[in-house]
């Protein structure tokens, strides 16, 4: 469930595109009004109206929003926000600007990701990372694993909208060795949603799996068939038996090497396959306990699933760490960052 | 182009239902008007009135089109058809079914591909090679590569709305080794369909092609990844760079064990990248050739390609033989399926 919180009766999209133009003026100088403004427009509208404002902006004021947004920033975040603002708008960048992917931290980013629609949300997200890719990077699994077959597939419009590539052919360009093996049908598979589930199956594809795993073979292409290609009702069913027919959590016998990236990452899919809340409470707990703040998981997380299932995190947060995800946030972050992820995350905690 | 022939005014979708009603009573039992009725009727209809007519039949009569016509089918056909039927209409069959799968020749299976809507039609026909798959077969090139990705990804949805999982889990349980590795990226990958070239990825990837060819590292991960991934215009580029560095075509190069059923589906697929309608050309000129017909190949390219490219396949068939496919086909077949076949393809010889 959603944490969005916004009036019962939305203003018009115009109304709102003429509040935000006001507010761009001050945006990134000094904090004001005018941050609060663009937050209690943007961080209080559905994903549809918010595509309804970036339309009329454009009508209205000749320009996209997320330039508007772009042209004020502070000079600080200016060659950064450039980067992301060309990948946004599907400009030509040097490849100079890669440099600065780090500083793409902060309020700017995270209400440049917000204005998005979900699919190209993801687009973008995955665009960045298979740029940078590194072993222990997790975007690719959240896009392909939390997301329904239907919204992988909608990502990967707008990936090839938006980069005139494939996000499967970036994935294998990108990737190696057992990584890329396992990424790319993961990326690829439109995996089958519907809940029937074949017992036989699961029973004889965990007794591969245990096999596979008893014998260290954890790149095994029968494993990587398996998880990538099978629906997650029956994953859930082969995993259930799993545990049923050989005592441990497929998990627990994936632990053997905590060192070992490529285990790492069939515990995470498999986690997230699992239960993908649980799984994304996870990445915020590390984000907001690292020294320094994981700016970029935490406004990931909070950006893709305010919308879908943050009310969920937000009590699984709550459950695992005794303090809420709105105490945690505000302790951890500062200015209009801060408010603008409070805003999505919103107060009624758990 | 399409080589399908249709009045300029269309009956009503009711009309042409009760015209298929009365013929079916005959259908089968003899060769008479009620057959030539059926062909002139739904060999005549373009596909969104043909899926009109049956949405009208089901409501008129109660009763699938595909039921229907599959109830008046004469004994020989009817365990063959019943298999077919229950494909068609995703009803449980039994394993035994299964022999019969070499005797859905003839009009009747004609006439039952042919009602179906392109993207069913290919998730039946990815189904039926997917459980009964061998090497040499080339069915899921046709569905992945001659197919727009979109069309590609039209069937995966009609393929698990109809069997309840995804064409892409089936593929990886039924195929194996090398040929697993080929096709399961092959089915999976959504490619990119722009005409936008990257000249310099060109020139490396025809290298790697090279280098991996030269070492008769065939089935390489890097020779697999180029083929599955890569946007169809850059495979182009790709290919007249690889010519053009190192001489030969890249087929050609392929060519060093004609036995060898992997390269000989590389090749396959590279020659349908090329140029679908000659790949297709080719297809329909070896199942004529092949000594009793290979009926099979003849009615699914001629059902699946008449509303699509037939015209340039035609032209192609006739450029290569010397003789019109039309008189080709008329010679090769008889009765309705003569007729339906004949009626497809068109009288405007090239």
Redesign the interface.
């Known amino acids: 469930m959603s944490t969005l919180t916004f009036p019962g009766s939305l203003p018009s999209p115009a109304d709102d595109c003429e509040q935000l133009h006001k507010a761009f003026q001050g945006w990134g100088i000094q904090r004001g009004t005018n941050e609060g403004l663009i937050i209690s427009v943007l961080a209080h509208r559905p994903a549809a109206h918010r595509r309804e404002i970036r339309r009329a902006y454009a009508e209205i004021y000749g320009e996209d929003l997320l330039k508007s947004l772009d042209k004020e920033l502070t000079r600080d975040f200016e060659v950064a926000s450039t980067y992301l603002c060309c990948s946004l708008l599907a400009l030509k960048i040097s490849p100079l600007s890669l440099i600065f992917v780090g500083f793409w931290f902060g309020a700017q980013r995270a209400v440049l990701l917000w204005v998005l629609d979900a699919a190209e949300r993801d687009a973008v997200l995955a665009n960045e990372v298979v740029r940078k890719w590194s072993p222990g990077n997790r975007v690719l699994i959240e896009i392909a694993v939390a997301r329904t077959a239907d919204e992988l ?1 909608a990502a ?2 707008a990936y ?1 909208a938006r980069f ?6 970036d994935v ?2 990108h990737t190696n060795g057992d990584f ?2 396992l990424l ?2 993961l990326v ?7 809940s ?1 589930v074949n017992t036989s199956l699961a029973k004889s594809e965990a007794k591969m799996l245990h096999e596979k795993i008893k014998g260290k073979d954890y790149n095994h ?1 029968e494993v990587i ?1 398996i998880l990538t ?3 997650k009702a029956q994953l859930l069913a082969t995993f259930n038996d799993y545990k049923n027919q050989f005592g441990n959590p497929i998990n627990k016998d994936l632990k053997s090497d905590p060192k070992n990236e490529f285990l790492s990452m069939l515990r995470a899919i498999i986690r997230c396959i699992t239960c993908p809340e649980r799984y994304l409470e996870k990445i915020i707990r590390l984000a907001i306990n690292k020294m320094g703040t994981d700016e970029g998981a935490l406004t990931r997380v909070i950006t893709t699933r305010a919308e879908v299932d943050m009310k969920q995190i937000k009590e699984l947060y709550y459950k695992r760490n005794n303090v809420t995800l709105y105490s945690a946030v505000k302790k951890d972050t500062t200015g209009d960052y801060e408010d603008f992820l409070l805003a999505l995350i919103g107060h009624d905690d758990a």
């Open positions: 597939f990967k419009r090839q005139k590539r494939s996000l499967e052919e294998a360009a890329r093996k790319v049908p690829s598979s439109y995996r089958y949603e519907g029937e292409e068939r290609t099978r629906s």
